[in-house]
């Protein structure tokens, strides 16, 4: 470990996965540098949207890493990565298995720099699969793990509108769960760790309801939209959406009283197999359309203070836009700050606090990150760190 602690992490990887990873770890207290290509970077520096001129992604993604731009043609390319292996107690590598290894950048070639290294191949597909040599590009990986829901419009098949995937995303996340893994493993005296994560795997994961209930019963897991009248959403007065989740029998109580609904209704159900009722089934069929036509008589503004202090489960259906301006947010410290050349921005911050006490331990805002870096920026310090000195000139650093 570095001075102080603090793990060290190079990352050779590019556009999402990897990098989320090492700014996952940045953001737990990791130095990491990203090697990058000359005059484009990692992919994220010019992808839109902007903010001040640069890409949003590399503000999210690159704030309080140190970069170094080097061509892998280049003839200092294998000195580099050597170096690397040797400082790092960490590597994390975005490529197909197949070039990862023709760059240098596999397994074997880096254990033998630093025998107690932690690797971290991130990939498309995993590294055995008939798969392992597919191109991946973002929406291929979850096309190919069944989680991509089609509209057709004029005769053609599009993306549903606001899908989000969720591959790269949560590749990025146990890319950087199974460093830390690995850390722990290699400071338990167990060597050198070789970690691989990937998207299509992770997408795959993401489903996991419907993979463990088609493995198991042939079938897909339940839909949200008809798990019954007692976990549904309702309207308001002014036509927003709540939903009502009182499957067990003291919110069940709780509603029947609030909705003023039939008396009869409150013994209704079941709660002895699972303590929770859904109210699904003919039985239940009529239970749907009073409740809309009660919540139907006040707005949002009447409703959620009565439902809060109720302590029935339930939720205003919010947009992202209310969600990110709602105080609780602020509170939780959802966003963090950092700067684009002059400019404030704010980043999505780890969702997770690391603290040595109880008091500590909530989350709220944190402090601001330094800036993502300019390519190639923190190249004397990197190199300086490597113990590469003198090749500044032949890399052609200003």
């Known amino acids: 470990m570095s001075q102080g602690g603090s793990p060290r992490v190079v990352d050779f990887s590019t556009h999402l996965s990897g990098p989320l990873a090492s ?7 990791a130095d990491v540098v990203k090697i990058e290509r000359p005059g484009v970077g990692d992919g994220n520096r010019g992808l839109d949207p902007l903010i001040a001129g640069r890409g949003m992604f590399h503000a999210a993604l690159n704030s309080g890493a140190r970069s170094l731009a080097v061509h892998n ?6 000195d580099i990565v050597a170096a690397a292996a040797r400082w790092a107690d960490a590597v994390i590598v975005g490529l197909r298995p197949v070039d990862a290894q023709r760059r240098g950048l596999d397994f074997a070639t880096l254990r033998v720099e630093n025998p107690t290294l932690v690797y971290c191949l991130v990939s498309g597909f995993g590294e055995r699969g008939p798969w392992a040599d597919y191109t991946a590009h973002g929406q291929t990986i979850d096309a190919l793990a069944g989680q991509v829901p089609i509209e057709w419009h004029d ?5 549903q509108s606001g899908w989000r995937s969720s591959g790269a995303v949560l590749a990025g996340v146990f890319a950087a769960l199974g460093v830390l893994a690995g850390l722990y493993r290699r400071e338990r005296g167990e060597g050198a760790q070789h970690v691989s994560a990937s998207l299509w795997g992770s997408a795959m994961w993401w489903n996991w309801r419907d993979l463990n209930t088609y493995a198991n019963l042939g079938q897909p897991w339940n839909e949200y ?6 976990y549904a959403m309702y309207p308001t007065a002014d036509d927003r959406a709540v939903l009502l989740a009182p499957i067990e029998r003291k919110f069940w109580h709780r509603l029947c009283d609030i909705l003023d609904l039939p008396d009869e209704w409150r013994e209704r159900g079941s709660w002895e197999r699972s303590a929770m009722e859904f109210g699904r089934g003919p039985e239940h069929a009529d239970e749907r359309p009073l409740i809309a036509e009660r ?3 006040k707005p949002l503004d009447e409703w959620w203070p009565a439902l809060e202090e109720s302590g029935i489960p339930f939720a205003p259906v919010l947009t992202v836009e209310e969600a990110l301006r709602s105080e609780h947010a602020a509170a939780e410290g959802v966003m963090r700050g950092t700067r684009v050349l002059e400019e404030d921005v704010l980043v999505s911050a780890l969702p997770m606090r ?3 006490s109880a008091e500590g331990a909530g989350t709220g805002p944190l402090d601001p990150l330094s800036p993502a870096p300019e390519l190639g920026a ?3 310090s990197v190199l300086a760190d490597l113990g590469l000195e003198g090749i ?5 650093v200003d």
């Open 23 to 29: 700014h996952l770890l940045t953001e737990m207290g």
């Open 73 to 78: 043609r280049s003839p200092y390319w294998n």
């Open 155 to 159: 005769g053609l098949p599009s993306t």
């Open 225 to 230: 939209r008809e798990l019954g009248a007692r």
């Open 295 to 297: 919540m139907r008589q």
């Open 354 to 356: 690391l603290s040595d």
């Open 378 to 380: 923190d190249a004397r």
């Open 392 to 396: 500044e000139d032949e890399l052609g």
